[in-house]
């Protein structure tokens, strides 16, 4: 063999081993609000994936392979995230783990749909999103029609005969948050005084104030993100409004408390249950907080669905989607959250997805909804 054929072929298998190299990675999307208003939901469901990728990785990866991310950014849109999810499918992703924004997770889940990718969102909680109907769309989190009746039972049982406005933002989570809200508590005979939308990016909203002020509300809902219902309460307070705010899992953040000020202290609101307080994520916890991160908000929502996942590769033995997805709607997994599965519809169940917060000195905090009274 000549000294350039000799080149040649070690060339080749050098290529070759570079190339099986490459095929034993598998490539995870998390795409998220990164930039935005609501970039810290972003911060949050990435730090939890990379987590669990590195934990993954450590004990040997998915079916041998080890896992690489790639982010997109969708900026809680709905346009920007059907163009995140065109470039993940680009990237040739196996999973897709987020959109995290119920306006995003909707349009960018027809397109994984079309593509034949899995999607597994950690915190989008519009049940649209799982009644489209689409086989490779799952949910690791709770869904708003189930907030809407727990905000719905504690304003019937502590504010009947009250005057209750119903606000929204218009966006997929906000307004499907507040309708859902609105449905469960007139089922419960309760009739708000008021159910408009507001337009979100405003710094002033003295209008909607004034207006709620001469309608003598007692108790606001509001559906939508985090600076909006800061602004609305801080602006409330600044005219001398003590009327009680209740909202969902947009304000489970410190952003809140930042827009808010001293404003924010004594809201309620739903959110994700807190699995900082769950045994089964004791390891997992620790492990954030050796890292110097507090892993609140979407982190470990995002951990539980990235667990989820990998387990039911391992089972299925393949990253065939129709194997990943029988996996999925079939068998259960022993996650930070406890043992869990999903429904005919790909939503989670095994665990309790919703618990009361409120506001105080600061910071959000557990409440029993027993002390949830007027």
């Known amino acids: 063999m000549s000294h350039f054929a000799t080149e040649l072929c070690l060339a080749l298998g050098v290529a070759l081993a570079m ?10 999307g998390v795409p998220g609000p990164y930039t935005g208003p609501v970039a810290w939901g972003g911060a949050e469901t990435e730090r939890g994936a990379e987590m669990a990728v590195a934990h993954l990785n450590v004990a040997g990866g998915v079916l041998g392979q080890k896992i690489r991310i790639i982010k997109a950014d969708d900026y809680c849109d709905g346009e920007q995230a059907m163009a995140a999810a065109r470039k993940l499918v680009a990237d040739s992703v196996a999973f897709v783990m987020g959109h995290e924004c119920s306006g995003a997770a909707i349009p960018a889940s027809r397109i994984y749909a079309d593509a034949g990718i899995l999607m597994m969102t950690n915190v989008a909680t519009n049940p649209l999103l799982t009644e489209q109907g689409f086989e490779n769309i799952f949910r690791f989190s709770g869904r708003d029609d189930l ?23 218009g966006e997929a989570y906000g307004e499907g948050l507040a309708k859902e809200t609105k449905k469960a508590l ?40 985090t600076p909006e219902a800061g602004l609305l309460i801080r602006q409330l307070r600044d005219r001398g409004d003590d009327l009680q705010l209740v909202s969902g899992d947009g304000m ?5 408390g930042l827009i808010a000020g001293e404003a924010a202290e004594g809201t309620l609101f739903t959110s994700y249950s807190d699995a900082r307080n769950f045994p089964a994520a004791a390891e997992v916890v620790a492990a954030f907080r050796a890292a110097n991160f507090e892993p609140t908000g979407s982190t470990l929502v995002a951990y539980g669905a990235m667990q989820a996942w990998a387990q039911a590769v391992e089972k299925a033995g393949t990253l065939e989607l129709d194997a990943v997805v029988e996996a999925l709607r079939t068998d259960e997994f022993d996650t930070i959250y406890g043992r869990v599965g999903f429904d005919e519809k790909g939503d989670v169940y095994g665990y309790k997805p919703f618990a009361w917060y409120v506001w105080d000195d600061g910071d959000y905090a557990p409440v029993d909804p027993a002390e949830l009274t007027e």
């Open 19 to 28: 190339a099986a190299v490459a095929r034993a990675e598998i490539l995870v």
């Open 147 to 169: 907030q809407g009746v727990m905000a719905a039972s504690y304003l019937a049982d502590n504010w009947r005969g009250k005057n209750i406005a119903i606000l929204h933002d």
């Open 186 to 225: 007139n089922e419960q005979g309760l009739f708000e005084t008021m159910f408009e939308e507001i337009t979100p990016g405003l710094v002033d909203y003295q209008h909607v104030v004034e207006k709620m002020q001469a309608a003598n509300t007692d108790v606001l809902y509001y559906g939508g993100y």
């Open 252 to 256: 489970i953040t410190e952003d809140f």
